[in-house]
Nanobody, 125 residues
Framework: HVQLVESGGASVQAGGSLRLSCAAS????????MAWFRQLPGKEREGVAA????????FYSDSVKGRFTVSRDDAKNTVYLEMTSLKPEDTAMYYC???????????????????WGQGTQVTVS
């Protein structure tokens, strides 16, 4: 039973920073794609950042490039999203996602991901 648990969401002022964490269990962590998505009510889920566990390139949406950093701790089965220079438009529910099939290349495509966490709210004012 795969479980992804996000934490670290909070309310912050514009210009501030947050670090989100996603702990995976029941999952063989190596060589999978893991990603962060975000969503506002009534809007489509948007890919923010992706990384391959065990090593590989990272991917970012244009809206967060240079401000957000995705990283992993393979020993802890955990992926992080370091968010800096936060803007009000970063306000959303943030979701962690993981694939099941170890694709050749990771990306921010929504249909690449099979497992989802419950989300953690980030509010920037």
């Amino acid at each position: 039973h795969v479980q992804l648990v996000e934490s670290g969401g909070a309310s912050v002022q514009a210009g501030g920073s947050l670090r989100l964490s996603c702990a995976a269990s029941g999952y063989i962590f190596n060589s999978h794609c893991m990603a962060w998505f975000r969503q506002l009510p009534g809007k489509e889920r948007e890919g923010v950042a992706a990384i391959r566990t065990g090593g590989g390139p990272t991917f970012y949406s244009d809206s967060v490039k240079g401000r957000f950093t995705v990283s992993r701790d393979d020993a802890k089965n955990t992926v992080y999203l370091e968010m800096t220079s936060l803007k009000p438009e970063d306000t959303a529910m943030y979701y962690c996602a993981a694939d099941r099939s170890r694709p050749a290349s990771c990306s921010l495509r929504l249909d690449l991901y099979d497992y989802w966490g419950q989300g953690t709210q980030v509010t920037v004012s």
